[in-house]
């Protein structure tokens, strides 16, 4: 079992550009879930997906957006990038939005440079 | 306030237990408590999560209060790889969202 993976590992973008990240959830796995963590903080929940539709939305504006694919993979794009958005970017993987406490495996990141 | 406090740092010597506390004075009935850590460079990695009775597994314990507004992780024998960044977390059911802190940096000193 491959995990949570996801590309790419490091991202060097200009003010203003626009990036797509990616993440492949663990096998058997249908939710994902992304997180901006800045340097010496804890992760801060961007938004979750599920179905391919987004279900939960943190406190981000709408320059951050996301998809999911059939296959339950998931792409985070952000638009008009600022220095702030320079972090690393977590995606987590879970089964189901049944209420219960499922726990979210994680994968490595993205780490996003915004020079 | 929807996030935990937790103190901004601990040590523990290795082979020794750790008590990791943690309050949510807030919490409500259906919340759970959810512990996870992240060792450097690595995503954040599942610990433990409970919802009213102390709960044990291969990797720690968990001791939640019975007025559940507080809660601690407990490594039994900590060891160098137990070294990481621990995050209390409340879980919303109802918003699938877990809202974490600054977390408690834990040093293992050999």
């Known amino acids: 079992d491959a995990g949570v993976t996801q590309s790419p590992t490091h991202l060097i973008k200009t003010r203003g550009q626009q990036v797509t990240l990616r993440c492949s959830p663990k096998s058997g796995h249908d939710t994902v879930s992304w997180y901006q963590q800045a340097l010496g903080q804890g992760p801060q929940f961007i938004f979750q997906y599920y179905e391919e539709e987004e279900r939960q939305r943190g406190n981000f504006p709408d320059r951050f957006s996301g998809h999911q694919f059939p296959n339950y993979s998931s792409e985070l794009n952000v638009n008009a990038l600022l220095l702030g958005d320079s972090a690393l970017y977590l995606c987590?993987?879970?089964?189901?939005?049944?209420?219960?406490?499922?726990?979210?495996?994680f994968g490595p990141g993205t780490r996003l440079t915004v020079t | 306030d929807a996030k935990t406090t937790q103190p901004n740092s601990m040590e523990s010597n290795e082979e020794e237990p750790v008590h990791l506390p943690c309050n949510h004075s807030?919490?409500?009935?259906?919340?759970?408590i959810h512990w996870y850590r992240q060792l450097p460079s690595q995503g954040p990695e599942y610990v433990i999560h409970?919802?009213?009775s102390n709960v044990n597994n291969r990797m720690a314990s968990l001791a939640i209060a019975e007025d559940r507004k507080s809660s601690t992780l407990i490594l039994h024998r900590a060891t160098l790889r137990d070294a990481a960044v621990y995050y209390c977390i409340r879980y919303y059911p109802a918003g699938k969202d877990m809202r974490f802190g600054a977390g408690t940096r834990l040093t293992v000193k050999p």
């Open positions: 987590a993987s879970s089964l189901g939005l049944a209420g219960g406490p499922y726990e979210q495996y």
């Open positions: 409970g919802l009213t």
């Open positions: 807030t919490i409500s009935g259906t919340d759970y």
